[in-house]
């Protein structure tokens, strides 16, 4: 079965300071990884998305994530952090590849001070 | 933007009720999804519909149903809501399927069982 596990459900960092969100995945099959991000009272919308082409993915807003077979990971980062990265970031896995179910983890809130 | 709209946004209901919420989208798209989003849990699917009057089970489906007869909208039933149903409701959408795992989200709608 897949699944993703996310270390930490609270992150605070300072504007211009690292952002580093963890997500660890589970599968049977190489698998197909993304994050979303959702701001306060919205909907999520995909930040990037891992589909075996590339181990380094680049997303929108300055994220960028790696695959680690290794290390079965899938971290999210961005090397400096602005006031408007503050959101809630979800780690997914598909569970099919014939339609888009998602399997979510259960998120991780981002705080950046100033 | 996908154009998904939810109704209703929120609402307040009493235990034993029945519920009908609804998800209505301009894109043609073909996959549609529910999902409640609760803290600690993140995002778990409740049905899907991969075409019009195709829907199944997600992994967390008993005490809900779902019915699409268009294929812009997608609606989810609670036949007598518990409180257990307490929770914010987010309708997704995706057009190609096959892991994109691009996903389209509504706004949510939050439910309140008393």
């Known amino acids: 079965a897949q699944s993703v596990t996310q270390l930490g459900s609270h992150v605070s960092v300072s504007e211009g300071a690292l952002v580093l969100l963890r997500c660890n995945y589970s599968?049977?099959?190489?698998?197909?990884l993304f994050w979303y991000v959702q701001y306060p009272n919205q909907g999520l919308q995909l930040l990037l998305k891992?589909?075996?082409?590339?181990?380094l993915v680049k997303g929108i807003n300055g994220f960028e994530a790696e695959f680690k077979k290794s290390e079965t990971s899938f971290h999210l980062t961005k090397p400096s952090a602005h006031m408007s990265d503050a959101a809630e970031y979800f780690c997914?896995?598909?569970?099919?590849?014939?339609?888009?179910?998602?399997?979510f983890g259960t998120g991780t809130r981002l705080q950046v001070f100033p | 933007d996908a154009g998904i709209t939810q109704s209703p946004r929120h609402k307040v209901t009493e235990t034993g009720t029945p519920v009908t919420l609804r998800c209505h989208q301009t894109?043609?798209?073909?996959?549609m999804y529910w999902y409640r989003q609760d803290p600690g849990h993140g995002l778990r699917l409740i049905h899907y519909?991969?075409?019009?009057?195709?829907?199944d089970k997600g992994e967390v489906s008993d005490g809900y149903s779902v019915s699409r007869s268009k294929t812009e909208d997608f609606l989810l039933t609670l036949e007598s809501a518990t409180s257990s149903q307490t929770s914010v409701y987010f309708c997704?959408?995706?057009?190609?399927?096959?892991?994109?795992?691009?996903?389209?989200f509504g706004e949510g709608s939050r439910l309140t069982v008393l």
């Open positions: 891992y589909t075996s082409a590339a181990t």
């Open positions: 997704a959408t995706s057009g190609a399927g096959g892991g994109t795992g691009e996903l389209f």
């Open positions: 599968s049977s099959v190489p698998p197909y």
């Open positions: 519909s991969y075409g019009v009057k195709d829907t």
């Open positions: 894109e043609n798209h073909r996959y």
């Open positions: 997914a896995v598909t569970l099919s590849y014939n339609t888009d179910k998602l399997i």
